[in-house]
């Protein structure tokens, strides 16, 4: 330790020899803060967080950049670990894993970026893969798996960096969709029943019945369209009013008579023009994860609220995908310090 500071917020600030600038945050701090600790094994595996789910039985699923996917018992903080294993067929297929969820039969969901999609049975402990095979043509069409989500049909739906899947059967029967560039990384099911795609392209919405394609994309001559054509996450509040968030276009707004679009930013008091992700709570207020922080939005006052490091948060830049709301009410976002 070489030198120590505390600041207004009640923080220590650590500088080390060799080891970087540490902190402890304020003991009021509103967040709780989740990290890896290499001295000691029964804590999250890898700092990077690409992924969070928490189960029906109360567990918290973490996917993590590298270090495999990981699972903590909120009860007596108990943490076990899943890697992939080059000896065992019925282990996880890769140690990249970038989105989490739970069927309606209780089945959890992986998907790997660089492995496919795998199904971990509770039971068992074991994973069945899923993944491209040249010769099926209704098996999965690309190994790196973006997003997976389940609408409210109970219906499996997976975004990879080659087009859209719907899960058809559990004998792994795909079906395909081609959507703009095919670099899926958002995907909603809205109330009026209408499927919702992000890309990097755009944003798409499809029907289900006919299979048309509605696009809305960036354009500098007009002002209410979307921010930028790249989508990373998509929500519904409890009004019926759609909200994406973007790479670099801040939060977008979708009126739902005239399907214009309202953008948020900088100069309204958006922390950053990244949003990573979106949660609504009860009080009808937005979440935003972004690149400089985590932001809470009013939609009737306009207002944004910021947070940073000094609040508790793991770090200011967060990540795509990394943010879940659980039945409970509590929210989860993490990023490259691991979770709040």
């Not at 809205?190 to 289900?208: P, V």
């Not at 900088?266 to 932001?295: M, Q, R």
């Not at 793991?314 to 976002?333: D, I, L």
């Amino acid at each position: 330790i070489a030198s120590l500071s505390l600041d207004e917020a009640g923080s220590l600030w650590v500088g080390t020899l060799g080891g970087g600038l540490s902190y402890i945050g304020c003991p009021g701090a509103s967040f709780v803060h989740y990290r890896a600790d290499p001295y000691a094994p029964d804590t999250l595996s890898d700092d990077f967080v690409w992924a969070i789910h928490k189960d029906r039985e109360g567990a918290l699923w973490v996917g993590t950049y590298g270090a495999g996917l990981d699972r903590l018992d909120r009860d007596t903080g108990e943490w076990r670990h899943y890697r992939h294993q080059a000896y065992d067929p019925n282990s996880l297929s890769h140690d990249v894993v970038r989105a989490i969820v739970q069927d309606r039969k209780g089945m959890l969901w992986i998907g790997t970026d660089g492995g496919g999609l795998d199904r971990l049975h509770p039971e068992t402990g074991q994973f069945t893969h899923y993944r491209h095979d040249p010769e099926t043509p209704s098996s999965m069409s690309s190994t790196a798996i973006l997003t997976l989500y389940v609408d409210l049909t109970g219906t499996l739906w997976i975004g990879t960096r080659n087009g859209l899947h719907r899960l058809d059967s559990m004998g792994g029967d795909f079906s395909r969709y081609t959507i703009g560039n095919n670099i899926i990384r958002a995907i909603y099911r809205d109330s009026k029943h209408r499927l919702w795609i992000g890309t990097e392209t755009g944003l798409y919405r499809l029907d289900l019945e006919t299979g048309e394609q509605t696009v809305f994309q960036a354009d500098p001559s007009e002002s209410r369209v979307l921010g930028t054509n790249s989508i990373l996450s998509i929500t519904e509040d409890a009004q019926g009013v759609l909200w994406f968030g973007t790479f670099g276009g801040g939060l977008n707004r979708l009126d739902p008579t005239t399907e214009g679009i309202t953008h948020y930013r900088g100069a309204e008091g958006l922390p950053s023009n990244v949003v990573y992700g979106i949660l609504e709570d009860e009080y009808g207020h937005l979440w935003l994860s972004t690149n400089a922080g985590l932001s809470t939005f009013d939609p009737t006052s306009g207002q944004f609220t910021n947070y940073g490091v000094a609040d508790g948060l793991q770090s200011k830049e967060f990540n795509a995908g990394a943010f879940y709301k659980s039945s409970s009410g509590e929210m989860f976002f993490g990023g490259v310090h691991g979770f709040n």
